[in-house]
T-cell receptor, first 112, second 114 residues
Framework: GQSLEQPSEVTAVEGAIVQINCTYQTSGFYGLSWYQQHDGGAPTFLSYNALDGLEETGRFSSFLSRSDSYGYLLLQELQMKDSASYFCAVSAASGGSYIPTFGRGTSLIVHP | DTAVSQTPKYLVTQMGNDKSIKCEQNLGHDTMYWYKQDSKKFLKIMFSYNNKELIINETVPNRFSPKSPDKAHLNLHINSLELGDSAVYFC?????????????FGPGTRLTVL
């Protein structure tokens, strides 16, 4: 099976930079995704890494190290609206299909 | 246009009842999913269908039965509802490309069993 570990909560102030780490254990690994979920809302896709390195999308960047089974989401120039839960998710192949597995989520609280 | 839609958004019912949640996607994706998110926000996959065929069936009570009339629809029927079924149920769809699958989630159905 798959397992993912990420911090349960992170706090930061507006304008700061925050990094949310994710470590995983899985077989048949294909890639690591990140999703954002505001309270009462649905998860929305942020980024996907299949290869080692950094992917940048505006204020958000995501990093993957396949050899370390580790990735992180970097949020820059934090805004109040970034307060949300952030989930890492692995895509892994099993029996000819892909099984997505989500971490338990990190609650990011941004203070003024 | 809404990419992934679910109905109803809220569902309040008594223990022992049978209920259904409907899901439709207009993205042309081949794969659809049902997830359950509990009060601690743990998002757990329940089922996955690819082109109307069941490909993932995680450890879920057989009171839960998915049905896919076509690849744009995946409905979830729940028999004999129990208190522990109270949760938010999300439908999602994806198109698996180059080993990756970006999940597009519906707005969720908040089920409360009394």
């Amino acid at each position: 099976g798959q397992s993912l570990e990420q911090p349960s909560e992170v706090t930061a102030v507006e304008g700061a930079i925050v990094q949310i780490n994710c470590t995983y254990q899985t077989s048949g690994f294909y890639g690591l995704s990140w999703y954002q979920q505001h309270d009462g809302g649905a998860p929305t896709f942020l980024s996907y890494n299949a290869l080692d390195g950094l992917e940048e999308t505006g204020r958000f960047s995501s990093f993957l190290s396949r050899s370390d089974s580790y990735g992180y989401l970097l949020l820059q120039e934090l805004q109040m609206k970034d307060s949300a839960s952030y989930f890492c998710a692995v895509s892994a192949a099993s029996g000819g299909s892909y099984i997505p597995t989500f971490g338990r989520g990190t609650s990011l609280i941004v203070h003024p | 246009d809404t990419a992934v839609s679910q109905t109803p958004k809220y569902l309040v019912t008594q223990m022992g009842n049978d209920k259904s949640i409907k899901c439709e996607q207009n993205l042309g994706h081949d794969t659809m999913y049902w997830y359950k998110q509990d009060s601690k926000k743990f998002l757990k996959i329940m089922f996955s269908y690819n082109n109307k065929e069941l490909i993932i069936n995680e450890t879920v009570p057989n009171r839960f039965s998915p049905k896919s009339p076509d690849k744009a629809h995946l409905n979830l029927h729940i028999n004999s509802l129990e208190l522990g079924d109270s949760a938010v149920y999300f439908c999602a769809s994806s198109q698996i490309v180059l080993g990756g699958d970006t999940q597009y989630f519906g707005p969720g159905t908040r089920l409360t069993v009394l």
